[in-house]
């Protein structure tokens, strides 16, 4: 079973990573490394965020999907049924991953 806990760091973590280098490639728009890093991290966080609504609820709104969220029925209330879902259970941001 995947760690809510561990998995919301990550995201956390990589998310503080885009931002970063989105800022510095403001000012540096042509420093290769940075694009290149910037685009493991984009790739990585979209990783995350996904396998974060599969398991458990969608983050953003770019993760929300009928067919795939909450795979492991721990948080809907609508088990076993397709819906839509932006929030079954209770949110990280409200001591769901805690």
């Known amino acids: 079973m995947i760690d809510q806990k561990n998995l919301l760091s990550q995201i956390t973590e990589i998310s503080f990573t885009v931002n970063d280098l989105n800022l510095y490639l403001d000012t540096h728009p042509l420093d290769e490394n940075a694009l290149n890093a910037f685009k493991d991290a984009m790739t990585q966080r979209k990783q995350l965020l996904q396998t974060y609504a599969d398991n458990f609820e969608p983050l953003t709104m770019n993760c929300i999907c009928p067919d795939t969220n909450n795979k492991t029925k721990t948080q809907t209330k609508y088990p076993d049924q397709r819906h839509f879902t932006w929030c079954d259970g209770p ?7 805690f």
């Open 91 to 97: 949110l990280p941001w409200e001591g769901g991953a």
